[in-house]
């Protein structure tokens, strides 16, 4: 409990890592581990995260920035860091970080970055208060920031794409494709 009487707990309480062996039956038609084994051992770190630090039963709301920068391959050991970066009323944001070491090298590469945003559920299924976040370093105050302009810049984005497509005319679009690798056989704008 802090001074308020509410419940804060820090990140170390709750940080997690998932560690786990890419075996053959993992791999896609190419050779390499498919992109949604990676994101279901994501999704399970996360949910662990925001489990421990919320004590409640989380779901995931959204996933952002889950961009593949190096491929994964069978017989690597992957591994999922997770920690709580931003907490909100009942959403937490947990960031992961993704290697794969290759275990006869020993070689580890950092494949991705992402982040889960987690709500905590109550007994009713409505969403319900998490713990306020402890930040106990410099790394932490940097990341419970970020997540604040994270959530900024989505909201922007929405609101802009929603203007945007309020306003757009035939014309504008016939611009924006005529340079595109696209065929465009309708008269129409959806
Ligand atoms: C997540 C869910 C509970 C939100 O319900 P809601 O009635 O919209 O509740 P609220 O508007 O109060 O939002 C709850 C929190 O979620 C956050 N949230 C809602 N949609 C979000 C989104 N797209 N991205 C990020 N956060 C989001 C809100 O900002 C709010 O955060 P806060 O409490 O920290 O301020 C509801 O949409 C849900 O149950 N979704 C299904 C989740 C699920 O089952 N996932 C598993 C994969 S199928």
Excluded at 110 to 139: Q, W
């Amino acid at each position: 409990m802090n001074e308020n009487n509410e419940m804060a707990r820090p990140a170390s309480f709750s940080r997690t890592t998932i560690t786990e062996l890419m075996i053959p039956s993992y791999a896609n038609f190419g050779g390499k581990i498919h992109g949604g084994i990676l994101l279901s051992l994501m999704d399970k770190v996360a949910y662990a995260t925001a489990t421990k630090h919320s004590g409640a039963y989380c779901v995931t709301v959204s996933v952002d920035t889950v961009d593949f920068l190096q491929p994964v391959e069978v017989g690597e050991l992957v591994s999922m860091k997770a920690s709580i970066n931003y907490v909100g009323n009942s959403s937490m944001v947990i960031g992961i970080k993704v290697v794969s070491e290759n275990v006869k090298t020993g070689e580890i590469k950092h494949t991705n970055t992402c982040y889960f945003t987690m709500v905590a559920k109550g007994e009713d299924d409505r969403p319900t208060k998490v713990p306020k976040l402890i930040l106990e370093s410099a790394t932490e105050v940097r990341r419970f920031v970020e997540a604040i302009y994270r959530k900024k810049f989505k909201q922007n984005y929405e609101t802009n794409l929603h203007e945007i497509k309020k306003n757009w005319e035939k014309q504008d679009i016939e611009t924006l494709l005529k340079n595109q690798r696209c065929i465009n056989t309708t008269k129409e704008v959806g």
